[in-house]
């Protein structure tokens, strides 16, 4: 079992960064891809950034590249998400995961573990 704790998130404004972090526990995340996902009010949960075990490969959402930045620490069990430029359209319940599959991590039903997720909103 790998249990998840996203923090980070928080209230800014249009143009502000944030950093999302993900600390885990119970197994070391080395062994497993890490992903973002989020999720707004009245939508589905949507791919965000993805992230391979040894950190060579990132795949981002059309939405958010070149603004966010997926990383990870496996020394310190942790997966990052530095999001830059931040608009209203990025406001939703951001949830980090981590799955047993390799390669491009885009799905949400191929995640094993899921965190509680952080809120972050953006206002105009």
């Known amino acids: 079992q790998v249990q998840l704790v996203e923090s980070g998130g928080g209230l800014v404004q249009a143009g502000d960064s944030l950093r999302l972090s993900c600390a885990a526990s119970?197994?070391?995340?080395?062994?497993?891809?890490m992903g973002w996902f989020r999720q707004a009010p009245g939508k589905e949960r949507g791919f965000v950034a993805a992230i391979t075990r040894s950190g060579a490969n990132t795949y981002y959402a059309d939405s958010v590249k070149g603004r966010f930045t997926i990383s990870r620490d496996n020394a310190k069990n942790t997966l990052y998400l530095e999001m830059n430029s931040l608009n209203p359209d990025d406001t939703a319940v951001y949830y980090c995961?981590?799955?047993?599959?390799?390669?491009?991590?885009?799905?949400?039903?191929?995640?094993?573990?899921w965190g509680q997720g952080t809120q972050v909103t953006v206002s105009s």
């Open positions: 119970g197994r070391t995340i080395s062994n497993y891809g």
């Open positions: 995961a981590a799955t047993i599959r390799y390669g491009n991590f885009r799905v949400a039903s191929d995640a094993n573990y």
